[in-house]
């Protein structure tokens, strides 16, 4: 069945420190891979996106994501966050043959520590 | 550029009311147009999409219908609201399947 795991419902992270999101996703087509983030009350930025090519991507806001097909993963990495990354952040597949239609992750929600 | 409208931002509606909550895309064309539900504290559930006018495919068997009057119109209804229908509905369009793109939402609380 096609999934997408976000292991990490909250994660809290002091500001200035780096981070990492994790992604896990089960697809049976050459997927295509998104970031989003969601502040509060807001709808869904999209932060990146992978489709082929380069296996690192970057994104918006100093975010940058690495595709391991091996791993199944789309991890999400900055070396150093702010305050304002305080958000909630979804991961999503999609493919071709799949009318475009996208699974989501649950979220990963980020605190940030003064 | 494009944009996404999503009116209104918020909404409390009793049991049993109708519902109607527009979505409209403005800087492109034959978009396919997405409606989500986001209950208080979870993901993105996906209710309906449309690649075309008049063209709706329902994910979720429920009281909410959706219907897409003009190409870049797209509207959520429902003839009896439950307690349930609570939560953040946001709209997105996007085109040929290179990302979706997400309005601002509405807040809907039915008492």
């Known amino acids: 069945a096609q999934s997408v795991t976000q292991p990490d419902i909250h994660i809290t992270v002091s500001e200035g420190a780096s981070l990492e999101l994790r992604c896990n996703y089960s697809y049976g087509a050459t997927p295509y891979l998104f970031w989003y983030v969601q502040s509060p009350g807001q709808g869904l930025q999209l932060l990146l996106k992978y489709f082929s090519g380069d296996t690192l991507v970057q994104g918006i806001k100093g975010f940058e994501a690495e595709f391991k097909r091996s791993q199944s993963s789309f991890n999400l990495r900055k070396p150093s966050v702010h305050w304002s990354d305080a958000a909630e952040y979804f991961c999503?597949?999609?493919?071709?043959?799949?009318?475009?239609?996208?699974?989501w992750g649950a979220g990963t929600k980020l605190i940030i520590k003064p | 550029s494009q944009t996404i409208h999503q009116w209104p931002a918020t909404l409390v509606q009793p049991v049993g009311s109708p519902l109607s909550l527009e979505c409209t895309v403005e800087?492109?064309?034959?978009?396919?147009l997405y409606w989500y539900r986001q209950a208080a504290g979870r993901g993105l559930q996906l209710l309906f999409y449309s690649v075309g006018i008049g063209q709706i495919s329902s994910e979720v068997p429920q009281n909410l219908s959706a219907s897409r009057p003009q190409d870049r119109q797209f509207i959520l209804s429902s003839k009896k609201l439950l307690l349930s229908d609570s939560g953040f509905y946001l709209c997105?369009?996007?085109?040929?399947?290179?990302?979706?793109?997400f309005g601002p939402g509405t807040r809907l609380t039915v008492l």
């Open positions: 999503a597949v999609g493919a071709l043959r799949s009318n475009y239609q996208l699974i």
């Open positions: 800087g492109t064309s034959n978009p396919n």
């Open positions: 997105a369009w996007s085109v040929l399947g290179r990302a979706q793109f």
